[in-house]
């Protein structure tokens, strides 16, 4: 299938899945994402912050696991057309910006770029890793930008189904998918 005809079919599968359903399977992927990759005091994990009105993965159950772990967390913004990482504490002031995405109140890009994890936002992932988003790019120049070393993880409701036939050069795949019932790991993984 093509990226738009697997983004429509997984916003519409997405949507189905009752509030319920949803807090049920982000809180197993967190589990299975503790369970996996075991972050550890003072390794550093990138997690976006969710799209409410798009019912993503609700992420705060793997953010606080990593907080009471001691782990540093970094989470996204938009600044100036480019995706950068800023800390993210208990304190850290967060603000919705025009497309319904909190972000923090500061513009101050950590610098960061030797990540233990990122875990990545997506729509659908197929069994080599390569991922539908939300079609802009903004990971793959995150994924550009970062440490080799570091593990590329997306975390998805549902499994891989089907192939995606319209790849570009610049598409970057995941080392690993996390869904409520399974880790997957894909060629290359570290």
């Known amino acids: 299938m093509t990226k738009p005809e697997l983004r429509k079919l997984y916003l519409e599968k997405r949507n189905a899945l009752s509030q319920e359903e949803r807090e049920i399977k982000s809180k197993k992927i967190a589990e299975n994402f503790i369970l996996q990759f075991n972050p550890v005091e003072k390794q550093k994990v990138h997690c976006f912050l969710p799209i409410e009105k798009f019912n993503e993965i609700q992420t705060e159950f793997i953010i606080n696991a990593c907080w009471e772990r001691g782990v540093e967390v970094y989470i996204p913004k938009m600044v100036d057309g480019k995706l950068i990482s800023v800390l993210y504490t208990s304190e850290t002031l967060l603000v919705q910006n025009k497309w319904g995405i909190w972000e923090p109140v500061s513009n101050e890009d950590a610098g960061e770029h030797q990540f233990d994890i990122v875990v990545t936002p997506l729509l659908y992932c197929d069994r080599q890793g390569n991922r539908v988003g939300y079609g802009k790019g903004f990971y793959d120049g995150l994924f550009a930008s970062i440490s080799p070393q570091s ?11 089907y ?3 319209d790849l570009r050069e610049e ?7 996390v869904t409520p019932d399974e880790v997957l790991s894909f060629a290359g993984a570290l």
């Open 151 to 161: 593990k590329k993880v997306g975390i998805s409701y549902f499994p891989p189904s």
């Open 171 to 177: 598409d970057i795949p995941l080392d690993y998918l």
């Open 163 to 165: 192939a995606i036939f």
